[in-house]
């Protein structure tokens, strides 16, 4: 069941009245319009028919599009999990964050603020499953994509040229 239909260069939230294809889930951490990805959808660099893909900095979304090409040669899928966050979103994620470690200043290793989030720039991806994050620490810097933090196996930004080195890793989102 899906909560959202995608058409070429549109995605739309299921409402009531729309037709078969939706169903009445309303998560909002799903909502494609604020950067989620519903939970029935895997999405790839090349999927910018979605915000959180679409809204990415073109050239961090180029180098993850010619990286999933060469792993794809050597049968590793690079998914997206996380890519763009609206403000909003990363707001939420930073209050589960709060409940979930029970202070901020925990959370605040996990999670970061909508004010400094590289997510919410369109500068950070996170990706999945860990067979590609393997692979991305291995080979992301042909493509000037570099493991951000220490603590995030799956988070990558656009830190060097393409082959190029990467900077040292922060310890964690806190420490940016
Ligand atoms: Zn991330």
Avoid at 99 to 124: D, I, M, W
Wanted: net charge negative; glycine share 10%.
């Amino acid at each position: 069941m899906r909560k959202f239909l995608v058409v070429p260069g549109v995605v739309l939230p299921c409402l009531a009245v729309l037709p078969a294809g939706c169903s009445s889930g309303d998560d909002p951490d799903e909502n494609p319009a604020d950067g989620g990805i519903p939970s029935d959808v895997r999405l790839t660099p090349s999927d910018t028919d979605y915000p959180a893909v679409g809204k990415l900095d073109p050239a961090l979304r180029n180098a993850l599009q010619q990286a999933a090409k060469d792993a794809r040669d050597r049968d590793v899928d690079i998914r997206i999990t996380s890519g763009w966050r609206s403000k909003a979103y990363q707001q939420r994620l930073l209050e589960e964050g709060v409940s979930k470690y029970g202070s901020l200043a925990e959370a605040r290793q996990y999670v970061n603020t909508p004010e400094k989030s590289t997510h919410v720039f369109g500068r950070a991806v996170d990706v999945g499953p860990t067979r590609a994050d393997d692979w991305l620490i291995q080979h992301g810097a042909d493509y000037g994509l570099c493991q951000a933090y220490a603590n995030e196996m799956w988070h990558f930004e656009l830190l060097t040229t393409p082959g190029g080195d990467c900077p040292p890793q922060l310890s964690d989102a806190a420490a940016g």
